[in-house]
T-cell receptor, first 115, second 117 residues
Framework: DTEVTQTPKHLVMGMTNKKSLKCEQHMGHRAMYWYKQKAKKPPELMFV???????INESVPSRFSPECPNSSLLNLHLHALQPEDSALYLC??????????????FGEGSRLTVL | AQTVTQSQPEMSVQEAETVTLSCTYDTSESDYYLFWYKQPPSRQMILVIRQEAYKQQNATENRFSVNFQKAAKSFSLKISDSQLGDAAMYFC??????????????FGRGTQLTVWP
């Protein structure tokens, strides 16, 4: 199993809503990542978890709240978002942040639209 | 600081022909990885090919090969016998090597590849 699974694939929410994005991997990877990607742009790193602890926070606004309940799961809780937060949110995983092969495995992404 | 530059925002190629996508990077490190990722309209980022900086031999994966010039900090991707399914956005990416605790992947701005039948 070399998959990273993200749900939902599409999400539309209002600025006052609370929603969550979910990510799951069963490759035994100990590092998990959230990226934000705007159209025709490269992904921008948001958060990195290593061994279930937050390792990197790229100064992301507090309306985005990550959570890593266990080594296979990664959530991104969303609250009071702005229309400019509309984007594709990509989850990725790797063996660990030292990266034996260096490779990140990506999910298909969750397309978020904030109205 | 690590930077990755892709100077070709768009490229096109005829089916069955060969195309080369350019990438340069800037780093003061000696241990690092370089990658080419492909992102088709289906949006999933898919690893195309990987190169470890300590390996002198250029990586090859079927129709995909790289020209890794470490001194010049250049990492180009050659796609041979292009197929319609190769049409996608291609991102060059850099990551610090095994000794690093940082898992950050630095991306170039991408090259949109069109394949004409």
């Amino acid at each position: 199993d070399t998959e990273v699974t993200q749900t939902p694939k599409h999400l539309v929410m209002g600025m006052t809503n609370k929603k969550s994005l979910k990510c799951e991997q069963h490759m035994g990877h100990r590092a998990m990542y959230w990226y934000k990607q705007k159209a025709k742009k490269p992904p921008e790193l948001m958060f990195v978890y290593s061994y279930e602890k937050l390792s990197i926070n790229e100064s992301v606004p507090s309306r985005f709240s990550p959570e890593c309940p266990n080594s296979s799961l990664l959530n991104l809780h969303l609250h009071a978002l702005q229309p400019e937060d509309s984007a594709l949110y990509l989850c990725a995983s790797s063996q660990d942040i030292r990266g034996h092969t260096g490779e990140l495995f990506f999910g298909e992404g969750s397309r978020l639209t904030v109205l | 600081a690590q930077t990755v530059t892709q100077s070709q925002p768009e490229m096109s190629v005829q089916e069955a022909e060969t195309v080369t996508l350019s990438c340069t990077y800037d780093t003061s490190e000696s241990d690092y990885y370089l990658f080419w990722y492909k992102q088709p309209p289906s949006r999933q980022m898919i690893l195309v090919i990987r190169q470890e900086a300590y390996k002198q031999q250029n990586a090859t994966e079927n129709r995909f090969s790289v020209n890794f010039q470490k001194a010049a900090k250049s990492f180009s991707l050659k796609i041979s016998d292009s197929q319609l399914g190769d049409a996608a956005m291609y991102f060059c990416a850099y990551r610090l090597g095994r000794g690093s605790t940082l898992g950050r992947l630095y991306f170039g701005r991408g090259t949109q590849l069109t394949v004409w039948p």
